[in-house]
Nanobody, 122 residues
Framework: QVQLVESGGGLVQAGGSLKLSCAAS????????MGWFRQAPGKEREFVAA????????YCTDSVKGRFTISSDNSKNTVYLQMNSLKPEDTAVYYC???????????????WGQGTQVTVSA
């Protein structure tokens, strides 16, 4: 069993910041990376960022580059997503995911957190 528990969502004004956390527990040995996805109302879930547990590889979608930073704390099995300069279009439910990285890209496995709402007001 794998458990992913997210925290840190909320309501913030445009230009503000939020930091999401995702703590993983259980049988995580099948993965070597974790990522964040988001889903806005009426839209498909999209990839946001990912990081290998070693921290040697990070991946980020273009729309958040320069604004979002992903990091990890192996001692706590926790991944963070620092979100700065938030925009209304960042509003979505953010999901943590356990995945795998071959080095060139991130591949999600079917382990998801419950999601945390991020709302950015104009």
């Amino acid at each position: 069993q794998v458990q992913l528990v997210e925290s840190g969502g909320g309501l913030v004004q445009a230009g503000g910041s939020l930091k999401l956390s995702c703590a993983a527990s259980g049988r995580t040995f099948s993965s070597n990376a974790m990522g964040w996805f988001r889903q806005a109302p009426g839209k498909e879930r999209e990839f946001v960022a990912a990081i290998t547990w070693s921290g040697s590889n990070t991946y980020c979608t273009d729309s958040v580059k320069g604004r979002f930073t992903i990091s990890s704390d192996n001692s706590k099995n926790t991944v963070y997503l620092q979100m700065n300069s938030l925009k209304p279009e960042d509003t979505a439910v953010y999901y943590c995911n356990l995945g795998f990285s071959s080095g060139r890209s991130y591949q999600e496995l079917n382990y998801w957190g419950q999601g945390t709402q991020v709302t950015v007001s104009a």
